[in-house]
């Protein structure tokens, strides 16, 4: 079992950045793929980035290509999503998962643990 907790998210006007962040509680997480999905109202959950528990690989939708940038810190139970150079159509919920079993990583339906997610607002 396993917990995730996300934090940083918040208002930022376009051009800022913000980090958010994955905390995990329970075994083992390390060999957990964990990905970043984000969801604005009424559209479906979408893949921002990934990261592979192995090869620490890393996985960007074209939209976020260049300007975020996924990374983590097994020995903090935490991965990170640094978000530079925001736009207005960045403003979501941001989620991130964890999976034992990923393949296809921006495949929603591959992670089995979910956090509650933390709102990223992006100002024109």
């Known amino acids: 079992q396993v917990q995730l907790v996300e934090s940083g998210g918040g208002l930022v006007q376009a051009g800022g950045s913000l980090r958010l962040s994955c905390a995990a509680s329970?075994?083992?997480?390390?060999?957990?793929?964990v990905g970043w999905f984000r969801q604005a109202p009424g559209e479906e959950r979408d893949f921002v980035a990934a990261i592979s528990w192995s090869t620490h690989s890393t996985y960007y939708a074209d939209s976020v290509k260049g300007r975020f940038t996924i990374s983590r810190d097994n020995a903090k139970n935490t991965v990170y999503l640094q978000m530079n150079s925001l736009e207005p159509e960045d403003t979501a919920v941001y989620h991130c998962a964890a999976g034992l079993t990923v393949v296809q990583h921006y495949n929603l339906y591959e992670y089995n643990y979910w956090g509650q997610g933390t709102q990223v607002t992006v100002s024109s």
């Open positions: 329970g075994r083992a997480f390390s060999n957990y793929a």
